[in-house]
């Protein structure tokens, strides 16, 4: 079936796809927009109260549907599964959501789909991993979120540090999408500036202590969220409208999203979040940004993380 490049659907219509579909509807990505869930009378209800507010924003048909409307999707994002409760991390998520994931990926492929399908359900490494492995489908046709969130969270940070627009600066969330992910420190800059020349010329050092800090901030805002308000959808559908612009509008942009890996920084038979080009037709190159001694070390460790999660699911032989 041909594919439709202004057609997407969400499965999953929880608080994190809801943001998402309202996010695609500020955007004007797409003309067509299903929505899909296990309770369909959500879906619906999401569908009738987007749209509610098109008179207000982009033309486009958004409905609730089935299996069978995903088939010429150009996108199709995957929310589907369990929510992070307070105390739990996003690795413990894995026994239900490897069992939601599964069932969705039989319908999906049971179609003849020839889109993206991009994984945010976490973990969200893990499970952009196991769904490459199910569906057969070309590494750059299967996407996670990866650190693309993670990696505004620390820009967000570093800007309000340093008294500058965060989207003048420019630094990297990479690893899991989780507790052992690392900030890319060595290539952080300000427009080009390097960070440590860019602190020298405002006269406001940052020193390991404060990066440190920077750093488990960032990596542990979800918990502190999730502590005050039980979730967090707001800032992933903005990343994930981000990584959706870069898909339909051909963009070719760097983001740090969740892609298999078959051999960059000596990885593969994982998926991790490191930087990568996407456009038009998803992953189109990995880029090895160079790193420092201890952050090669740092992304090793988190791979083996990730290879010991692996491990513990019952997935299809890999391709070769």
């Known amino acids: 079936m041909s594919v439709n490049p202004r057609k997407a659907a969400i499965i999953g219509c929880g608080s994190v796809g809801a943001s998402i579909a309202f996010r695609f509807l500020q955007l004007g990505l797409f003309s067509q927009l299903v929505l899909l869930d296990a309770n369909r009378d959500k879906a619906e209800g999401e569908a009738m109260d987007l749209s509610d507010g098109l008179p207000y924003g982009a033309s486009m048909e958004i409905t609730a549907g089935t299996y069978d409307d995903v088939a010429d999707c150009a996108l199709v994002v995957i929310t589907a599964g369990a929510n992070q409760k307070p105390g739990e991390t996003r690795l413990d998520l894995i026994g239900k959501n490897i069992a939601i994931l599964k069932s969705i990926l039989e319908q999906i492929t049971a179609r003849d789909f020839g889109g993206i399908l991009l994984i945010v359900s976490n973990p969200v490494d893990v499970l952009t991993y196991a769904a490459w492995r199910l569906t057969g489908y070309p590494r750059s046709r299967v996407l996670g979120s990866g650190t693309v969130l993670d990696t505004g969270r620390l820009k967000q940070l570093l800007g309000d540090k340093l008294g500058v627009d965060s989207r003048n600066v420019h630094a990297f969330i990479i690893g899991e999408h989780g507790d052992s992910e690392l900030a890319v420190w060595s290539g952080a800059n300000v427009s080009g500036v390097d960070l440590e020349d860019f602190c020298r010329l405002r006269g406001d050092g940052l020193g390991h202590k404060e990066l440190e800090e920077l750093y488990e901030q960032v990596r542990d805002s979800a918990y502190e969220i999730i502590r005050r308000k039980g979730a967090t959808y707001y800032g992933i559908a903005m990343a994930v409208g981000r990584i959706a612009q870069c898909i339909v509008r051909d963009e070719h942009g760097v983001l740090p999203v969740s892609a ?61």
Not at 266 to 287: F, M, Y
Request: aromatic share 4%.
């Open 260 to 320: 298999v890996l078959q051999g960059e920084y000596g990885l593969k038979g994982l998926a991790l979040s490191v930087p990568a080009v996407v456009d038009r037709g998803g992953l189109e190159e990995i880029l090895e940004i160079p790193l420092s001694q201890e952050e090669r070390w740092a992304l090793t460790a988190s791979a083996h993380q990730m290879e010991q999660a692996i491990a513990c699911l019952d997935l299809p032989g890999e391709k070769k």
